[in-house]
């Protein structure tokens, strides 16, 4: 009897410490996300429409791939894309290599990590001054239209270079702060 308990309690702590994997940046990890394990639902070219209540066009996102795991409540995509409408006419594109959505259910979006080569643009209008930022990481909450990073960034308008590290776009109000050791390069056209 006294074996059978400590076999249970050595199995119980074994299966607890198996649950977690230390990674290599110290973080932890659930186990089903370092093995890979299959995902609950998946996508090929996946294309995501949400509109306004008033049925304007809010924002596209389209991806390669794009895999829903149920437990631990993301999605993975491969090459995402995003497409922001906004009432004035304005136009946000978000590309990147690789892409995270944190997900309460399927149809809910929280937020969207974003990994390699992430690109925010905004094209130039009669009125606009174009602009493109570059990162290799950043996190954009669509219900705020928040965008924010802790990487070096590159902003970029015509005759204009500006880097600096961190980053927060509030693309509702096309505004867009870069935070720390920023420099700013007047290009000749």
Wanted: charged fraction near 25%.
């Amino acid at each position: 009897m006294k074996n059978n308990a400590i076999l249970i309690l050595f199995a119980i702590l074994s299966l607890s410490l198996l649950y977690f994997i230390q990674s290599e940046d110290g973080s932890r990890e659930p186990l089903h996300l370092k093995m890979n394990l299959p995902p609950q639902e998946y996508m090929a070219n996946a294309y995501l429409t949400s509109f306004e209540e008033n049925g304007n066009l809010k924002e596209e996102i389209t991806a390669n791939r794009w895999a829903y795991l149920s437990e631990a409540k993301i999605s993975t995509l491969s090459i995402p894309h995003l497409i922001i409408y906004k009432p004035d006419g304005t136009i946000w594109f978000i590309d990147a290599k690789k892409g995270t959505l944190k997900q309460p259910s399927l149809g809910t979006i929280e937020q969207i990590e974003l990994q390699e080569n992430v690109v925010i643009e905004r094209p130039g209008t009669t009125t606009i001054v174009p602009l493109k930022l570059k990162t290799e990481k950043m996190s954009y909450q669509p219900k705020k239209q928040y965008a924010e990073s802790a990487e070096p960034v590159v902003m970029t308008k015509p005759g204009l270079k500006i880097t600096g590290t961190g980053l927060r776009a509030f693309l509702e109000r096309d505004k867009v702060e870069l935070l720390h050791n920023v420099k700013t390069f007047y290009l000749v056209q």
